[in-house]
C-alpha cells in the first residue's frame, strides 16, 4: 500500500516562509509524477504545482509562481513545496498526490494516492 505523510505545515505571518514535505513510501519513487494541491475552508482543492519525472515543473498560474518551488529527492522519496512570501490568502490544507504516469498532471482526479494533508495557516 503506497502512502504519502506530509509535514512542515503551521502557523506563520504573512511575508514568512515554510517548506513542506511529503514522503512516499513503498514503490519507485522515481516512476511517480507528483503534485501539490490546496483547499481552503469551503473550498474545491486545486492544484499547486506538480513536478514530473524528469524534474519538470508546472504551477498554477500568477498565484505562486515565483513564491512557490516544488522540487523532488528521489534518494529520499521525498517531494518538498517551498514557500515563500506567504500571504493570508495561502491559508489552507495542503496535499500532496501521486501517480504512475509519464504525464504531469494538473488535476485531481489524475492522482491515485494522497497524504493526509497539513495546514498552512498564514496570518496578516
Known amino acids: 500500500q503506497v502512502q504519502l505523510v506530509e509535514s512542515g505545515g503551521g502557523l506563520v505571518q504573512g511575508g514568512a516562509s515554510l517548506r513542506l514535505s511529503c514522503e512516499l513510501s513503498r514503490g519507485v519513487f522515481s516512476w511517480y509524477v507528483l503534485g501539490w494541491f490546496r483547499q481552503a475552508p469551503g473550498k474545491e482543492r486545486v492544484f499547486v504545482a506538480g513536478i514530473a519525472r524528469d524534474g519538470g515543473t508546472v504551477y498554477n498560474g500568477d498565484s505562486v509562481k515565483g513564491r512557490f518551488t516544488i522540487s523532488r529527492d528521489n534518494a529520499k522519496n521525498t517531494v518538498y513545496l517551498q514557500m515563500n512570501s506567504l500571504r493570508p490568502e495561502d491559508t489552507a490544507v495542503y496535499y500532496c498526490?501521486?501517480?504512475?504516469?509519464?504525464?504531469?498532471?494538473?488535476?485531481?482526479?489524475?492522482?491515485?494516492?494522497w497524504g493526509q494533508g497539513t495546514q498552512v495557516t498564514v496570518s496578516s
Open positions: 498526490a501521486a501517480d504512475h504516469d509519464t504525464a504531469l498532471h494538473t488535476e485531481a482526479r489524475d492522482y491515485l494516492y
